[in-house]
């Protein structure tokens, strides 16, 4: 069976801090994919990064980084620098030969 | 930039009555997806859907629920008889491959009162 787990809730920073949101999933699968996605106050749910299980090259987008260990099985986001725009819950997802399975979402709010 | 679309975005609904909850995928996705987001949790995946049959469903997913996709591009949920639980954001979902990325419509709120 696949699990998603993001043992943080709600994390609360101020403009300027660097966050990170945890992600540990488990998956029998040896091919599997995973994901970020965002959703704003708004209620869409925003793509923000995939990442396959072979490639465990971190990846850094303007603010935004993932760190990806197969050894501990996690795949972790790095704000840097959070600004109040970076408010939303983030969902961290695994995609394997079945279907796609969500973590319970971590709240984040970015206080000015 | 093709999208999946989602209708009704708000249905209200009195408790004990059918609701369809529709959605129309990316033309050329292969594998569909019913999530539900209760406000301010997480969300839970429901059911998926390949090949023109259920792949798998969630303990969520009991036999009040149902799905289809009768005209090839329309997919639907239908719940036959809404409890009050049931009130939340449903979110349907595409994907090409079941190794890409899943789109996301914009969900419907269904509230049951």
């Known amino acids: 069976a696949q699990k998603v787990t993001q043992a943080q809730t709600e994390i609360s920073v101020v403009e300027k801090e660097d966050v990170t949101l945890d992600c540990v999933y488990e998956?029998?699968?040896?091919?599997?994919?995973l994901f970020w996605y965002k959703q704003p106050p708004s209620g869409e749910l925003v793509f923000l990064i995939r990442?396959?299980?072979?490639?465990?090259q971190n990846e850094i987008s303007g603010r935004y980084s993932w760190n990806f260990q197969k050894s501990t099985s996690s795949f972790n986001f790095t704000i840097t620098a959070s600004q109040v725009v970076d408010s939303a819950v983030y969902f961290c997802?695994?995609?394997?030969?079945?279907?796609?399975?969500f973590g319970a979402g971590t709240r984040l709010t970015v206080k000015p | 930039e093709p999208e999946v679309t989602q209708t009704p975005s708000h249905q209200v609904t009195q408790m004990g009555q059918e609701v369809i909850l529709r959605c129309v995928p990316i033309s050329n996705h292969l594998y569909f997806y019913w999530y539900r987001q209760i406000l301010g949790q997480k969300v839970e995946f429901l059911v998926s859907?390949?090949?023109?049959?259920?792949?798998?469903k969630s303990e969520i997913f009991d036999d009040q629920f149902s799905v289809e996709r009768p005209d090839g591009s329309n997919f639907t949920l239908k719940i036959r008889s809404t409890k009050l639980e049931d009130s939340a954001m449903y979110f349907c979902?595409?994907?090409?491959?079941?190794?890409?990325?899943?789109?996301f419509g914009q969900g419907t709120r269904l509230t049951v009162v």
């Open positions: 997802a695994l995609s394997g030969s079945n279907d796609m399975r």
């Open positions: 859907f390949y090949n023109n049959e259920i792949s798998e």
């Open positions: 979902a595409s994907q090409g491959e079941w190794d890409t990325e899943a789109f």
């Open positions: 990442r396959n299980s072979f490639d465990e």
């Open positions: 998956t029998r699968d040896t091919t599997y994919y």
